[in-house]
């Protein structure tokens, strides 16, 4: 399997929602996805499987007001007969930032689960680190569970490190947030460092 990272695009999203409702069955409200595709400060990337295609959802009916239109103007391209939509690559997985300031605040990273443990997790921390370098950012930051032990082992070996606490973060079970961020990402210790992981985890995706 071959993965490839992009940014997010609107024809994405009924997968994105797909998979964050999988990875994130509590979370409320849900994430407007859409709505992200417009903030100016959101910035989101996919990971596709490129040996995979899926077709796309089933087109809506067009509406009375524009079956009636189409028979009283014969001629308007609204008769024409649309283009079947092409397969859709697969989407594994996406991840998001908030720039706010200087300051790249994680969002979400989330992985299907067939596709846990297979380096895509890894692949999408590290475009975001990219993805934040692009952005001038200074250092990225995030809430995590205080229960998502997983979570918190793969985020310190990416330099995170745990600053702070807030209580009764999440609405779902008021579970604690812990607070982790990284030093100045433009440090050359950082640097070195994902440099380090990149090319671990391109001998791991190679091996694989």
């Known amino acids: 399997m071959t993965c490839s990272i992009r940014p997010l695009a609107k024809e994405d999203l009924d997968q994105v929602n797909a998979i964050d409702h999988e990875a994130f069955p509590t979370q409320w409200p849900p994430p407007n ?3 992200e595709l417009q903030n100016k400060i959101a910035h989101y990337l996919v990971a596709t499987d490129d040996s995979r295609m899926i077709d796309p959802p089933p087109q809506k009916p067009r509406n009375t007001l524009l079956k009636l239109i189409g028979r009283l103007m014969p001629w308007s391209q609204l008769n ?3 283009r079947a939509p092409s397969p859709r690559p697969y989407i594994v997985g996406f991840s998001g930032i908030w720039m706010m300031a200087d300051e790249a605040h994680i969002t979400n990273i989330a992985v299907r689960q067939p596709y846990q443990g297979k380096g895509i997790g890894g692949m999408l921390l590290i475009a975001t680190i990219d993805m934040a ?3 001038k950012a200074s250092l990225l930051t995030l809430e995590v569970r205080a229960s998502n032990l ?3 082992q793969l985020y310190s070996r990416y330099g995170f490190k ?3 606490l807030r209580r009764g973060y999440y609405l779902d079970n008021r579970e604690d947030a812990v607070i982790m961020s990284t030093e100045s990402i433009s440090s050359p210790e950082f640097r070195e460092l994902v440099r380090d992981l990149r090319a671990t985890l391109a001998a791991k995706l190679n091996q694989a």
């Open 133 to 135: 370098w692009e952005l």
């Open 150 to 152: 997983t979570a918190q």
């Open 80 to 82: 024409a007969t649309p």
């Open 162 to 164: 745990q600053t702070g």
């Open 33 to 35: 996805y859409r709505q």
